[in-house]
């Protein structure tokens, strides 16, 4: 009699345990007992919203700057850039000979854009994963990725249009539609290269002090424009002070042809 006591509190006891191990996975897993509804899943989109947000910001952010310290351009292709401090930049305006101006690439914001959008989808597919969210009886599912990038002057803007889907049965739900925005001056500075680079095309040469200090008083931003001579070249290094931050500000850096004497 005693024994078979024992054995009922042990049962008493083990189905106890088994009914808290259920109702922790439920709590900690959302299992879905007895089917889920488009409101239990949509509670899973602010997990899934968040790991694409981070993926786009940490490839967004990687590819802006190299864009950046490379003159516009991700490539640097034979005869197009210098290496200057192990980083390859564009020239943006190429020597014309026995003249003081210079015949300008035509680096469009459009092109910057384009480069942007080609150069980080593989990147972008390979850091997302999905995957990760499946559940006990829940599927995560995810479409083709298509990156666009909006430049703005301060910032700049990663939409992904990319189709998740997450079901349980017969229930589903989807989005198609994420971004992350990253405050980054691309635009403002793009537009102070092309300044820069059209004065040089037309005059041959440009007073970055007197432009950046009007570029500052017309704007309100502190604009600061350096004028390297690495012969025979000339290197122009832009940036807007303290920029995202002052210990990471963001530059935009090209080169401008010119003649061996």
Known sequence: MKKRGQVTVFAIVGVIIAALVVLFLVIRNQIYIGGANIEDLEK?????????DDCLKEVGEKYIVLIGKQGGYLTTNPGTFRQNQGVGINYLCYNIEGKPECSNRGLRLFD????????????????????QFDKIGLNAERGTLKLNVDIGEDTVILNANLPIKISKGDTETQRNS????LEYPLGRLYNSAKDIVDS???????DTLT????????TGKPYVVQKLQPYPDKLFILKIKDVPRKEK????QFFIQDEPL
């Open 178 to 181: 994420f971004s992350a925005e």
């Open 249 to 252: 500000e963001f530059v935009f």
């Open 211 to 218: 432009y950046s200090v009007l570029k500052t008083k017309l």
């Open 44 to 52: 899973e989109f602010p997990q899934i919203q968040g790991h694409i």
């Open 112 to 131: 910057i854009k384009t480069s942007l959008e080609r150069g980080m989808l593989d990147e972008v597919n390979s850091c997302l994963d999905i995957d």
């Open 200 to 206: 040089e095309a037309v005059y041959g040469d440009i």
